[in-house]
């Protein structure tokens, strides 16, 4: 399988933003389909079933029908996103413990004084590594 890396579009960037908006005070959550190239092929924008706000569990329904729908296709889910709606833009200790995937990256969506970023990360062994803060997105949105 292709390497991921953590470059986003600049639309699959705003399509992981606008669903964190959406969610408000929840955070929101989501897989990043990649086609063979290890380019960024589609965000899948999931529902999140946690019962806790400040937590994040992919329905699994969807997240079943969004692996069949990316494989349909020929590609591969490489990275899953969620929102910080009240920061930090970095992983919660949770987010360590429970990677759904050592080998896909993390994306984190979180507010920033000055927009919205959405930041890469590895997860794995309990720890995480930083990949690289996507440009941020000044522009305001609903
Ligand atoms: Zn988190």
Redesign the pocket.
């Known amino acids: 399988m292709a390497i991921h890396g953590p470059t986003l579009p600049r639309l699959s960037r705003l399509e992981m933003i606008a669903h964190a908006v959406a969610a408000g005070d929840r ?1 929101a959550c989501g897989l990043v389909g990649y086609d063979r190239h290890g380019s960024v092929a589609r965000v899948y924008c999931l529902s999140n079933v946690h019962a806790d706000p400040d ?2 569990l992919l329905d699994p329904a969807e997240h079943f029908a969004t692996i069949q729908a990316a494989e349909a296709k020929g590609w591969a889910i490489g990275a899953v996103f ?1 929102s ?1 709606p009240f920061g930090p833009p970095y ?2 200790p ?2 360590l413990t429970a990677p759904l995937d050592p080998h896909w990256i993390s994306f ?1 969506v979180s507010p920033t004084s000055d927009g919205w970023q959405v930041t890469a990360f590895s997860i794995r062994d309990g720890g995480c590594t930083e990949l690289g803060v996507g440009e941020k997105t000044t522009q305001s949105l609903p």
Do not use: C, G
Request: proline share 10%; charged share 30%.
């Open positions: 955070e937590k994040f969620h910080h992983p919660s949770t987010d984190i």
